[in-house]
């Protein structure tokens, strides 16, 4: 790029093809490893109720009577037929394995669709910059289909743990356990829409993943210039109807899987919230790949232009999450509505979940704010991969705090299995990753823009 | 390097030379003014003292003269204030956001766009200020300012106080962004002046500027900084609007969307707007090589785009007022839509979230009249949005006895009237005097962007055969 004169733009030079080599999967297979270690070390924890007795009589004891009522919006809502239901919902140490499988499932369906997304939003903008790693973001969806087959064997097991709703007794007009506001909401929180619902967003998601690919892929093997074209184009209009489709089925999904879990409680930020935070957590892990894979030797054209743009969404977005947790948190607290602070005080007053706030507010915000605010520090390598392992890891713990509260309430808390878990959903996922970018050439030679991104100077 | 790839439409068309730029931008400003542009002026001049004669007679006998009652305490003023100031949001995105994301086609428009900030942002400070009864004693109000009025002292809770804070800063920073803009435009006058009074003019307003490399330096640099500043004030002057409404307990008003809706608004109609002046001034000046079809067709898919994220947030609050169980809630959004104001329901409902969906035809974005006319469709419904969100929410309250319905005055059209006079009147006086387009940042793109570094593309046909 230095000598103007001598320069000539030979995209097949820029070729390069990605290898899943035995010691990347060997990797990925510790990583695997060690999450299924801890899990095993968390579920025998658990099945043997050691070490976790103490902290659940501490909850109770420090929640007590008065906070009870708060604690729990049903008993507002329901007024003293709280305990007939309570009977339902009797703690068993599987229900914490359902609720952390299913933390996972959506958290990591969110980082895969996002790659998608992330597509698209290129497409449509016209994105030049980009283009040298976009096979990175295209391979995220590879995950979907796994996710959507766990989604349902998930449920399957787990959502009578998960969803207070799915409980049959509270739509008995005139029994000691009927709800009339979760009865009001039948039509939409029943299971069969809700499987059905779930099985067209996801597939629907994957089929949007499968033509845009399929475009890409046929893209790279076109040999003239219309072909190109023509391919450029149809990816153009994929990507637009994606981003419709996405933009209303990214709130119906959050409204479902995780909305729905404090049944009673309603907000209409949450479906944009949920996105942020997928949103957000997938750019990071965008961003890591591009790194790891530039760290590996791939990717040679990827310069430190391209890190500081990638950097930047770390860091924009970052800030976004935090306007829409805030804007949300701040309006229900000012009003101070009791239907709708219930989530809150449910969240800050018990010993158990009180901290993830602070931890979610410290590491999704504080630090990509301060860690990624000057030049140099989205230019580093090793800065980047610091902040944004931090991100992914501060928005799980984001999902984990929506999920957690509303089902396992006060037998919840974070030990080995919430730890080894994760492990194995990033091994996983790594791997389909690795699998669908050694399918196909990693860089888009043939490209429109492609240009664009080699000649990229921040 | 700066490579551009083919797929992409040159942005400046009709084989200009820099010193083209320079005659068709600068030319109009040393020109005398038009007939049609005399014409246009005396008209906002009408409409600014027309409108203020009622104004004043509002402010010297009180607010009394507007049609609010005592339960729709607030209608058109507020319902004015907001759609002021979501005009005004278009002009920062477009110097700001739009610079952040490298968007070259900002070139052409963000002079005219900024411009359009700052007089919407003065149209819409005229409501909190008109609405005290007494504006003289309106600093005690919004300001913390030491008194002997006896307990008299802003209320840092309000929403209303946090809006002074944000929109005066914004104000600020917006007003200095498009000025240091300028400063370089006025220079090249400055040195092309030939008479004295613009030799002074605007030798006082170009600030010594020489075209020094190293000014350039600080120019690019100041630029970056001062959009990096505006960006997050974008969002936090319509989210702190929206918290005038959404802080309350008001079924209506009190939504946890608002924030980001509010924004995705205020850009939907700001856009609408820059498109209105923009294809008026394009025609005016004779503009069609700087603001080209391309340009036009950006800014209707980003109309697209913000008005289907308004969509999602509409049919959210409906879904959530269904889900959530409280009748209140349920009730409120019923009676939007069915109840006595349900034409101003469905006038929003159509003017934004169904007409820019013709957007999605090529045809349709890329034609001049079409747009111009959802440009302004956008605009109503936008200013239906607001009304629909105050008046809806407020005129059958938690008290079935004093549910009524608002009838505006002639005062309350007037003082709206007035507003527009006020706008049109800056902007014809800065179409005249300012350069409507920034000349150097669009000779700074000319190289890379002219029709003869694309050979492969399929240019957009401007039906007036200009290109």
């Not at chain 1, 009870?68 to 809502?77: H, Y």
């Not at chain 2, 006079?421 to 005097?433: D, E, I, R, S, Y």
Request: aromatic residues 18%.
């Amino acid at each position: 790029m230095a000598a103007h004169k001598d320069y000539h733009f030979d995209r097949e030079a820029l070729n390069e093809q990605f290898v899943f080599s035995a010691k990347a999967k060997k990797t990925i297979f510790i990583i695997i490893g060690i999450g299924v270690l801890f899990s095993l070390i968390g579920l025998f924890f658990m099945a043997t109720d050691s070490g976790h007795h103490d902290e659940a009589h501490a909850a109770i004891e420090m929640t007590g009577n008065k906070l009870a009522s708060l604690e729990n919006p049903d008993a507002v809502q329901a007024q003293g037929q709280h305990a007939a239901e309570a009977g339902h919902h009797a703690y068993h140490w599987t229900n914490r394995v359902k609720v952390n499988l299913w933390i996972n499932i959506i958290y990591f369906i969110g980082l895969s669709v996002v790659g998608l997304f992330w597509v698209a939003i290129q497409y449509i903008s016209m994105a030049g910059w980009s283009v040298g790693f976009k096979r990175v973001p295209e391979a995220f969806a590879s995950f979907l289909p796994l996710g959507l087959i766990l989604f349902l064997a998930t449920f399957a097991w787990g959502y009578h743990e998960i969803f207070h709703w799915t409980d049959t007794s509270l739509y008995d007009e005139g029994t000691a356990a009927y709800d009339a506001i979760i009865a009001g909401k039948s039509s939409f929180l029943n299971i069969p829409f809700f499987i059905g619902g779930s099985i067209v967003i996801i597939g629907g998601w994957y089929l949007f993943h499968f033509f845009i690919r399929k475009q890409s892929i046929a893209e790279d093997k076109a040999t003239d210039k219309t072909q190109v074209r023509k391919r450029y184009r149809t990816m153009v209009k994929l990507s637009a109807a994606f981003v419709v489709f996405f933009g209303v089925t990214s709130s119906v999904a959050s409204w479902w899987w995780t909305l729905s879990i404090d049944t009673h409680w309603f907000s209409t930020m949450f479906g944009w919230y949920h996105f942020a935070s997928w949103w957000v957590a997938g750019i990071a892990a965008i961003t890591l790949t591009v790194v790891m894979l530039r760290e590996a030797g791939y990717l040679k054209f990827i310069n430190e232009n391209h890190l500081h743009d990638l950097g930047k969404f770390v860091f924009a977005f970052s800030v976004f999450w935090t306007y829409i947790w805030f804007s949300q948190f701040l309006l229900i607290y000012y009003a101070n509505i009791p239907e709708e602070t219930a989530y809150f005080v449910e969240r800050l007053s018990s010993p158990i979940y009180r901290k993830y706030i602070l931890v979610i507010l410290l590491v999704n915000f504080i630090i990509p704010f301060f860690g990624l605010m000057t030049r140099n520090a989205k230019r580093k390598m090793t800065i980047l991969k610091v902040i944004c392992i931090t991100v992914i890891i501060g928005h799980w713990f984001d999902f984990y705090q929506m999920i957690t509260p509303g089902t396992l309430r006060e037998n919840g808390s974070f030990g080995f299995l919430e730890i080894g878990m994760p492990f194995i959903f990033i091994g996983v996922f790594a791997y389909l990753v690795g699998l669908s970018l050694a399918k196909a050439p990693l860089v888009a030679k043939n490209h429109p823009l492609l240009e664009e991104a080699y000649t990229h100077e921040t | 390097m700066q490579i551009i790839s083919d797929v992409r439409e040159p942005l400046v068309t009709g084989d200009k030379t820099y010193h083209d730029i320079t005659k068709d931008i600068a030319g109009r400003v040393e020109d005398s003014p038009a007939p049609l542009w005399w014409g246009a002026f005396a008209f906002a001049l009408v409409l600014l003292v027309a409108g203020g004669a009622f104004l004043g007679d509002m402010l010297w006998n009180g607010i009394g003269r507007w049609g609010l009652n005592k339960t729709v305490q607030w209608a058109w003023d507020i319902t004015n204030f907001v759609w002021w100031v979501g005009i005004g949001h278009a002009g920062t995105l477009i110097s700001a956001v739009l610079l952040l994301f490298r968007q070259k086609w900002r070139t052409a428009i963000n002079r005219a766009a900024e411009a359009m900030t700052i007089f919407a942002v003065i149209c819409a400070a005229v409501w909190p200020i008109v609405h005290m009864g007494r504006p003289w004693l309106g600093a005690y109000w919004v300001l913390p300012i030491p008194n002997t009025f006896g307990s008299l002292w802003v209320n840092f809770n309000s929403p209303l106080l946090w809006d002074v804070f944000a929109i005066s800063t914004y104000f600020s920073v917006s007003l200095v962004f498009w000025y240091m803009g300028l400063v370089p435009d006025f220079a090249t006058i400055r040195d092309r002046a030939i008479t004295r009074f613009g030799r002074i003019f605007y030798g006082v307003l170009s600030l010594g500027w020489l075209g020094g490399a190293k000014a350039w330096v600080h120019y690019e640099a100041m630029s970056l900084i001062l959009a990096g500043l505006s960006t997050p004030l974008v969002l936090s002057v319509h989210t702190i609007v929206s918290m005038d409404f959404a802080t309350s307990v008001i079924p209506g008003w009190h939504t946890t969307i608002f924030p980001p809706y509010f924004v995705a608004g205020a850009i939907f109609s700001g856009f609408a707007m820059v498109l209105t002046l923009m294809l008026i001034t394009r025609k005016v000046y004779k503009l069609e090589h700087y603001i080209t079809l391309e340009h036009i067709e950006l800014m209707n898919i980003i109309i697209m785009v913000t008005g289907s994220i308004v969509g999602i947030a509409y049919i959210t609050e409906l879904f959530m007022a269904w889900y959530s169980g409280v009748p209140y809630e349920q009730y409120c959004f019923i009676n939007r839509s069915t109840g006595d104001y349900w034409w101003a329901y469905w006038a929003m409902m159509t003017c934004n979230v169904i007409s820019p969906q013709v957007f999605w035809f090529k045809k349709v974005r890329t034609s001049i009249v079409l747009t111009f006319i959802l440009s302004i469709i956008v605009n109503i419904g936008m200013w239906f949005e607001r009304f629909v969100i105050i008046v809806t929410s407020l005129h059958n309250d938690y008290l079935p006895s004093s549910w009524t319905y608002f009838s505006p005055t002639a005062w309350d059209v007037m003082c709206y009237v007035f507003t527009f006079g006020l706008f049109f009147t800056l902007f014809f006086l800065f179409a005249k005097f300012f350069p409507v387009i920034n000349m150097a940042e669009v000779k700074a793109v000319l190289k890379s962007s002219n029709q003869h570094v694309y050979k492969n593309r399929d240019t957009i046909k401007d039906p007036h055969n200009v290109v």
